[in-house]
């Protein structure tokens, strides 16, 4: 009985050594199978992003060849700001052309409106222009086309933009971001944004405003004007430091930027940001900070670091010919 008990304990332990051999095997082999699985997805993802790159690279290097305009360039002559309407200066410089053949423009409005067409002036060699009365209420998409007695021909294959809306307004405050800090004593407010010369007369920057929100309605609206003034470089790094002497109470509330930057060793006064060389529209880089003291700034609201989360802010950039940015 003792031996019968003997074999079947070894029977046992026999069954259980195949079956743990065999699933140990199978996770193996199953491990393997996953590994070559996943090296093959892999490799079929690298295949197709080779013949992405290769059919976006053929088909770029197909419109280039059939495009036959080397450069489109224009510059605003003339602006009314009231009735937001420019007169447009247009340059076109052509790869190619046929003899005797005219060339013409045809531009449509983003709202789908009927195109506006205008035959161009030879202006010597390649290069073709003219003068167009244009909205500055829209963009326009541009055609090129060549006229001749075979007949017209289209000469951009790439869509050509005319982008007066999103250059005069749309992007003329470009990179806004906003940010807030708080401690058990204040609350921070700053935004920092680059803003566009259009050398426009008329449209140069008239009031920056920080507008305090609670619940949802104005509470307060404070004039930060005077903090208006272009930073780069040096001064850039300078209100840097003034942002995070402020936001750990280093300094007080009411030393500006400009006393911080001498009792550093900087001079505002001689401080002039320059533009980037070659760059006919340059942006400049703006700064605006405001500080909220629980201490003594809206004492009916009883401020602390638990209940400033009651308010939010929005800031407001207001310019000369009546365009507002709000952030």
């Known amino acids: 009985m003792d031996r019968s008990k003997a074999i079947l304990a ?76 420019a007169k447009v200066g247009l340059q076109i410089a052509l790869k190619e052309v046929s003899s005797s053949a005219v060339i013409a423009v045809s531009l449509k409005r983003d709202d789908q409106g009927q195109p506006q067409e205008a035959v161009l002036e030879h202006q010597g060699g390649m290069q073709y222009g003219t003068e167009l009365e244009l909205s500055l209420e829209h963009n326009y998409e541009l055609t090129v086309w060549e006229r001749s007695g075979a007949g017209e021909k289209q000469l951009n294959a790439e869509t050509r933009q005319l982008p007066l809306l999103d250059d005069v307004y749309r992007n003329r405050v470009v990179k806004a971001s906003t940010g807030t800090g708080i401690s058990n004593e204040r609350l921070n407010a700053d935004f920092s944004f680059l803003l566009k010369d259009l050398g426009i007369p008329g449209t140069g920057l008239e009031k920056a405003l920080l507008r305090i929100r609670k619940g949802g309605a104005v509470y307060d609206e404070i004039d930060v004007t005077r903090q208006a003034t272009p930073r780069s470089g040096q001064y850039g790094e300078m209100e840097d430091r003034y942002k995070v002497a402020r936001a750990s109470g280093q300094i007080d509330n009411s030393v500006t930027l400009e006393q911080f930057a001498r009792d550093n060793g900087f001079d505002p006064d001689r401080y002039v940001p320059t533009a980037k060389a070659g760059d006919p529209s340059p942006y400049a880089q703006y700064s605006l900070f405001y500080t909220i003291e629980f201490a003594k700034d809206y004492p009916e609201l009883k401020l602390t670091r638990d209940s400033a989360g009651q308010l939010s802010f929005e800031w407001v950039l207001r310019f000369k010919d009546g365009y507002e940015h709000l952030n």
């Open 10 to 85: 070894l029977l046992v332990i026999n069954m259980l050594a195949v079956l743990y051999v065999g699933y140990t095997t199978r996770s193996e082999i199953r491990g393997h199978d996953n590994n070559t699985g996943e090296e093959l997805r892999r490799l079929q993802q690298q295949v197709q992003m080779l013949e992405s790159q290769i059919v976006n690279g053929i088909s770029r290097e197909l419109t280039a060849r059939a495009d036959k305009v080397e450069r489109l360039d224009y510059v605003l002559t003339e602006a009314d700001l009231v009735q937001k309407k």
